[in-house]
């Protein structure tokens, strides 16, 4: 086996589309079609560039004959000090942290390349990539302990690493910033009621908003992640290595290497307003942090209140930006409390099936029957976001987590208000789940406190499975929140 940087990627070899019997033409993946299925594929749309061709034999990055030259210097005060990170494949030799860019869609870029349809050697034409709105450096950029979990410069590496760029280095993004309009049918609603009104430049008259938006990747910095969690890196190194699989041995074996960028759901930032404002306490600042739930979020299930609450954070944060200030939604890909949906949809089945029906008392234990733990969300990565975008204060946090406001209040920015989701905003099915969480610990509205008891728990139920187990048959029996 050889080392890393010993071999280079030969040149991929072309693969000629080969005749068959009967007329048809066989790809490089040896698909027979015709010739018109050729040309309507996405094979025919895309160029073949033949089949794969890998070295002469596996290169190992587990144990280098010597380390990058180019070293990551993890909150130092300029770009050129800290240097740029190196995941890229394409040159071994000068790679300086473990795993590789685009979280777990670097899997899809491996069946590309070995399907022929990716030069292994690709380098990206970064032209015309560049931020329209720049989210300069600010004091937490440069303070090793505010953000470990992300790379500050991740959208600034055409300008901080030019020189690198110029020598042939395949340095990448890994944050991208662009601008957008959103739609939102309860944005439609909410001008409809009277509670927005279009002001033809952040909120137009069809219900669109004009934002900012940023797409993160992961970039962890090992040691300033496990001091967050109050564990040594040896533990959080060998604990990710073992389960994964040993996916990345270099976990272990490559202590030389203190960044790594995990296979994992990346999150994305949307700014409403002027993204400067943000650096201003003395502008109004509304945020929701927001944990995925393609359920609820995309398919509007009523089980939980996520998207609800979600499209009342936005709203919130329209009115915000409306009347001079701004507002944020950090969306993180951390899908059911990052248990996972096929996690989540064993929970629900067993929620419904337990007896005594689904209730807000055994709300969690459920979830750590099947999961082995209650929540895997462990919110002390998430103020890093926050931090990037240099906000030191939130007038109006739109959540009722304490987990959430407790890693925010402890990263060192101030919180003046939290706001709760209306009741009217609750799904019939979702009183279980709200009821459970303020009974445990979530923010709960001075006017409610005294209506949170163990006996309201007690007595909240959600309805059955729609499946009626015994004879097969839909049912749609009501909820019961008494």
């Known amino acids: 086996m050889g080392t890393a940087g010993d071999t280079q990627a030969k040149g991929l070899v072309p693969d000629a589309p080969r005749n068959t019997p009967g007329g048809g033409v066989k790809d490089g993946a040896g698909v027979t079609m015709t010739a018109a299925e050729t040309k309507a594929s996405a094979w025919g749309r895309d160029v073949n560039r033949g089949e794969y061709k890998p070295p002469g034999h596996v290169v190992l990055t587990t144990h280098p004959r010597r380390g990058s030259p180019i070293k990551v210097v993890w909150g130092a005060n300029s770009a050129l000090v800290r240097g740029p990170v190196i995941a890229t494949v394409t040159s ?4 300086n942290a473990i795993g ?13 390349i070995a399907a022929g349809k990716m030069d292994p050697k690709f380098v990206p034409d970064l032209h015309n990539t560049a931020p329209p709105v720049t989210i300069p450096p600010c004091a937490a950029w440069y303070d090793p302990k505010k953000i470990v979990s992300m790379d500050p410069w991740g959208h600034l590496i055409v300008d901080s690493f030019k020189d690198h760029l110029d020598k042939g280095v395949d340095v990448r993004p ?7 309009h959103i739609q939102m049918p309860e944005l439609v609603d909410a001008i409809e009621k009277g509670r927005l009104q279009p002001d033809g430049k952040l909120l ?4 669109s908003v004009c934002v900012t938006k940023a797409a993160i990747e992961h970039v962890w910095h090992l040691p300033g992640v496990a001091e967050r969690f109050g564990i040594s890196e040896a533990t959080l190194r060998r604990c990710m290595f073992e389960q994964t699989g040993g996916m990345f041995p270099e976990l272990i074996t490559r202590s030389d290497l203190d960044v790594f960028l995990p296979p994992i759901g990346g999150q994305t930032v949307y700014v409403f307003g002027p993204p400067e404002f943000l650096r201003d306490p003395s502008k109004t600042c509304t945020v929701r942090v927001h944990d995925e739930c393609n359920g609820s979020d995309v398919f ?6 996520c998207r609800p609450y979600l499209a009342h954070g936005v709203e919130e944060c329209v009115s915000t930006a409306q009347k001079g200030g701004v507002g944020v939604i950090v969306y993180f890909r951390k899908e059911g409390r990052s248990l996972g949906e096929v996690t989540k949809f064993l929970v629900y089945n067993a929620r419904k099936r337990q007896e005594g029906g689904d209730r807000a008392e055994t709300y969690f234990h459920r979830t750590a029957c099947v999961a082995g733990v209650e929540d895997m969300r462990f919110q002390e990565l998430m103020p890093d976001a926050l931090n990037w975008l240099g906000i030191t204060k939130i007038h109006k946090l739109v959540s009722m987590s304490d987990m959430k406001y407790n890693a925010i209040v402890q990263s060192g920015i101030e919180v003046v208000e939290r706001v709760a989701i209306p009741d009217e905003l609750v799904p019939a099915d979702a009183h279980v789940e709200i009821d459970a969480k303020m009974f445990a610990g979530y923010y709960v509205p001075e006017e409610k406190k005294g209506l949170v008891t163990e006996e309201l728990v007690k007595t ?15 049912s749609c029996e009501g909820h019961s929140h008494t």
């Open 204 to 207: 137009l008259k069809d219900g």
């Open 92 to 95: 071994q030799k000068l790679r």
């Open 300 to 305: 509007g299930s009523d089980i939980c209140t």
């Open 174 to 180: 890994t944050i991208a910033i662009t601008s957008a």
């Open 460 to 474: 909240t139920k959600g309805r059955d499975l729609d499946v009626d187990d015994k004879v097969g048959k839909h």
């Open 100 to 112: 590789t860019h685009n979280g777990s869609y670097a899997v899809y870029r491996s069946i590309a």
